[in-house]
């Protein structure tokens, strides 16, 4: 029998790449094994000189990523490796040279809403279920991303109280670009991509190099990487599935 891949990867000859989640039975929560194979892919398109610009996208409009598989069966040390997965797959999409274009559908919670902060543009589907849930556990996560996309009283209001958000009020944030049926949210992303496609290669990955250096990403995601991983060894931590 053949196991289907958790994460599913179509290059466009355009140099769009599309990354597609594909947990739907888990409304694409990650699991150790799905995050390797998202950091690899990261860490392979960041070298590629070819790529112009990344969609992370979902192959079920239901969720984009409804946050880490909690049920995951797993020890202290691989429990700690999971976090450190996440902290890679965070500062991975950061430091990618070119534009990454988020389809937010569905549950974009936890984890999710961090992809969905750390992409540079954003398009909502009409079903959107935007929420950072980490306060509810205790997980050091959020204001690294959130509060420079929508300011810090909001980014406060949203991470303090782990409210969930649709399509519109993301929009009215200036968190999302554009809002589309939920079916259709890959197509508008992939119409975002091509605009960016037929700019000057080397400009664009100028311009997002300004801009990660302008607004001070890295030192921000840094910060919070660190925290994650001390709240996963020495706090709380995720729940690991196990009694």
């Given amino acids: 029998m053949t196991t289907k891949s958790p994460v599913l990867r179509e290059r466009r000859p355009d140099g769009i790449e599309i990354l597609r989640l594909n947990r739907p039975e888990k409304r694409n929560a990650l699991d150790s094994a799905s995050l390797a194979l998202v950091t690899a892919a990261l860490e392979e398109l960041s070298a590629d000189e070819e790529l112009r610009a990344l969609v992370f996208s979902t192959t079920d409009p239901r969720a984009l990523c409804a946050g880490a598989d909690i049920g995951e069966q797993l020890d202290d040390a691989a429990g700690y490796a999971r976090m450190a997965a996440f902290t890679r797959m965070y500062s991975g999409i950061d430091a990618l040279p070119v534009p990454v274009i988020a389809v937010c559908v569905g549950n974009c919670v936890g984890a999710g809403a961090e992809i969905v902060a750390g992409a540079d543009l954003r398009v909502g589907g009409d079903n959107l279920k935007l929420a950072w849930a ?32 649709g399509a519109h009020e993301a929009h009215s944030l200036g968190l999302v670009q554009r809002v589309a ?7 508008v992303a992939l119409e975002l991509a091509e605009h960016i496609a037929a700019q000057s290669p080397g400009g664009v990955r100028v311009l997002k190099q300004m801009f990660r250096d302008l607004d001070g990403a890295p030192a921000r995601i840094a910060h ?8 996963q060894e020495h706090g709380a931590g995720l729940p690991r599935g196990l009694s």
Avoid: W
Avoid at 181 to 187: N, R, Y
């Fill in 134 to 165: 980490g306060a509810r556990l205790g997980v050091p996560v959020g204001p690294a991303r959130l509060a420079p996309l929508v300011g810090l009283a909001r980014a406060k209001d949203l991470i303090f109280t782990g409210r969930s958000i």
């Fill in 181 to 187: 049926p939920a079916a259709d949210a890959e197509a």
């Fill in 224 to 231: 919070e990487n660190e925290r994650l991983l001390y709240f």
